[in-house]
């Protein structure tokens, strides 16, 4: 009992506390990076107000510039009336004058007074200058215009110690993975495969069938969908339902007992990737109808309770088109998309704060851009990425480094993944239309 209490306690209980230990440290080392994060977007949006106050001020500036032109023409204009006038009675006055000095009669008798015709003045022109009215500056209302900073929140998870994860932490890549099987579905053009358990896999292609095979290859059951020409993509729940994507109506459905129902259907956003979290809620990836946009909702039943778009800049997350965009979650609940458009691998936390992305490994892709085309993570929070032009399965860690790459398997077109309990990977090849199960840990 002591020798075996020594082994669980060198090889499993004291690295798990290590790995605490080593955590709560990467939050120390953290902590003035992320807070000065934090300053540094406070100090970004201090001078986009000032970019707009001075923009304000410029325009202000612009308009009293252009009153002004106004103002002077309006004396202008009279001024030039009151000169006019005054010429016209000097001309008088020198006429007069020459009259009287002249000895010539005809000139008297043919005189005319002007005196009345110069004693209607003209209106006095009184132009009154714009003010400027500032608006007092309230404090308070200023602070909460600004932005918002959300209080520290703490929150303290039960670290559960379990043997068998212990175990299971420490499983490390095999440095030849191995096909453990081929699962020929029939399907043209296989797009999808996803499992709940160990026994059994769901697929679909570009035909309307989705299709359930054991590990042996055996056909279980077929499932017609509803008015569409093939599922986008599928997933499984917890209960064993089946839900897939109908993009042509921008609607998912949901199969139970072999009654079909519509869970979600969406206007002027299409529907593309599901996944289905560790709490139930169902994530999916959309597309706005004019290709210019992309997102990820988060689903509560039918209910939406989260948007991912855009980065802590305002910056779009994932490229705005109809290109497919596989999702997964993380066992430590990042969300992960292979945008295959944008040639990376994008993972954002539970919040939908960008964590990191990753655009492929110099190695892999000397002859064509890494395609990632299929997504999936294991128990082991590695997260593995088909890419299907150079036709090979990326694997990565949490963290987004590279580990190794599956390209001694024979993989033609890879797309869609799925990994089961056990971590055995399963690979869907698209035009083959093979499902190839792959053994890539040591046991």
């Given at each position: 009992?002591?020798?075996k209490?020594?082994?669980?306690?060198?090889?499993h209980?004291?690295p798990?506390?290590?790995?605490?230990?080593?955590?709560?440290?990467?939050?120390?080392?953290?902590?003035?990076?992320?807070?000065?994060?934090?300053?540094t977007?406070?100090?970004?949006?201090?001078?986009?107000?000032?970019?707009e106050i001075?923009?304000?001020?410029?325009?202000?500036k612009?308009?009293?510039?252009?009153?002004?032109?106004?103002?002077?023409?309006i004396?202008?204009?009279?001024?030039?009336?009151?000169?006019?006038i005054?010429?016209?009675?000097?001309?008088?006055?020198?006429?007069?004058g020459?009259?009287?000095?002249?000895?010539?009669?005809?000139l008297?008798?043919?005189?005319s007074?002007?005196?009345?015709?110069?004693?209607?003045?003209?209106?006095?022109?009184?132009?009154?200058?714009?003010?400027f009215?500032?608006?007092?500056?309230?404090?308070?209302?200023?602070?909460s215009?600004?932005?918002?900073?959300?209080p520290?929140?703490?929150?303290?998870?039960?670290n559960?110690?379990?043997?068998?994860q212990?175990?299971?932490?420490?499983r490390?890549?095999?440095?030849?993975?191995?096909?453990?099987?081929?699962?020929?579905?029939?399907?043209?053009?296989?797009?999808?495969v996803?499992?709940l358990?160990?026994?059994?896999?769901?697929?679909?292609?570009?035909?309307?069938?989705?299709?359930?095979f054991?590990?042996?290859?055996s056909?279980?059951?077929t499932?017609?969908?509803?008015?569409?020409?093939?599922?986008?993509?599928?997933a499984?729940d917890?209960?064993?339902?089946?839900?897939?994507?109908?993009?042509a109506?921008?609607?998912v459905?949901k199969?139970?007992?072999?009654?079909?129902?519509?869970?979600?259907?969406?206007?002027?956003?299409?529907p593309?990737?599901?996944c289905?979290?560790?709490t139930g809620?169902?994530?999916?990836t959309?597309?706005?109808?004019?290709?210019?946009q992309?997102?990820?909702?988060?689903?509560?039943?039918?209910?939406?309770?989260?948007?991912?778009?855009f980065?802590?800049?305002?910056?779009?997350?994932y490229?705005?088109?109809?290109?497919?965009?596989?999702?997964?979650?993380?066992?430590?609940d990042?969300?992960?998309?292979?945008?295959?458009?944008?040639c990376a691998?994008?993972?954002v936390?539970?919040?939908?704060?960008l964590?990191?992305?990753?655009?492929g490994?110099?190695?892999v892709?000397?002859?064509?851009?890494?395609?990632?085309?299929?997504?999936?993570?294991?128990?082991?929070?590695?997260i593995?990425?088909a890419?299907?032009d150079n036709?090979?399965?990326?694997?990565?860690?949490?963290?987004?480094?590279?580990?190794?790459?599956?390209?001694?398997?024979?993989?033609?077109d890879?797309s869609g993944?799925?990994v089961?309990?056990?971590d055995?990977l399963?690979?869907c090849?698209?035009?083959?239309g093979?499902?190839k199960?792959?053994?890539?840990?040591?046991?």
């Amino acid at each position: 009992e002591i020798i075996k209490d020594t082994k669980e306690l060198e090889n499993h209980i004291s690295p798990t506390y290590e790995d605490i230990a080593r955590d709560l440290e990467n939050q120390f080392a953290n902590l003035d990076g992320g807070y000065e994060k934090i300053t540094t977007t406070i100090s970004k949006q201090g001078e986009q107000w000032h970019r707009e106050i001075d923009i304000v001020i410029n325009k202000m500036k612009t308009e009293i510039s252009e009153i002004k032109g106004k103002h002077r023409y309006i004396l202008q204009k009279h001024l030039d009336e009151i000169k006019q006038i005054q010429s016209l009675v000097k001309e008088t006055v020198q006429a007069i004058g020459k009259i009287e000095k002249s000895a010539e009669v005809s000139l008297t008798i043919e005189y005319s007074s002007k005196i009345k015709e110069f004693s209607k003045l003209p209106p006095k022109v009184k132009v009154t200058l714009p003010t400027f009215i500032p608006k007092p500056i309230d404090s308070e209302k200023l602070y909460s215009l600004f932005g918002q900073i959300t209080p520290l929140s703490t929150a303290t998870e039960e670290n559960v110690y379990s043997l068998i994860q212990s175990k299971t932490s420490v499983r490390e890549l095999l440095n030849e993975p191995e096909v453990a099987a081929t699962i020929q579905t029939g399907h043209e053009k296989l797009r999808s495969v996803t499992c709940l358990n160990d026994d059994k896999i769901w697929t679909s292609g570009e035909t309307n069938d989705i299709k359930c095979f054991d590990t042996r290859g055996s056909l279980l059951q077929t499932i017609k969908t509803k008015s569409c020409k093939f599922p986008v993509d599928i997933a499984v729940d917890s209960a064993g339902d089946i839900l897939y994507v109908n993009g042509a109506t921008g609607t998912v459905y949901k199969v139970k007992n072999g009654q079909m129902t519509e869970m979600i259907r969406l206007q002027e956003w299409t529907p593309s990737q599901l996944c289905i979290t560790s709490t139930g809620d169902l994530l999916v990836t959309l597309h706005s109808d004019d290709e210019t946009q992309s997102k990820v909702v988060r689903y509560s039943g039918s209910t939406e309770t989260q948007t991912i778009q855009f980065d802590g800049e305002g910056k779009p997350l994932y490229s705005g088109n109809d290109y497919t965009k596989y999702i997964t979650e993380n066992r430590n609940d990042d969300i992960c998309v292979a945008d295959s458009k944008a040639c990376a691998v994008v993972v954002v936390n539970q919040d939908g704060k960008l964590r990191w992305k990753y655009t492929g490994h110099p190695s892999v892709t000397k002859n064509k851009p890494f395609d990632p085309c299929g997504i999936t993570t294991d128990s082991q929070n590695r997260i593995l990425t088909a890419d299907n032009d150079n036709h090979c399965i990326y694997i990565l860690d949490q963290n987004g480094q590279f580990l190794r790459c599956i390209d001694n398997c024979d993989l033609k077109d890879p797309s869609g993944l799925c990994v089961d309990n056990n971590d055995n990977l399963f690979v869907c090849e698209y035009k083959k239309g093979n499902v190839k199960k792959i053994n890539y840990l040591k046991l």
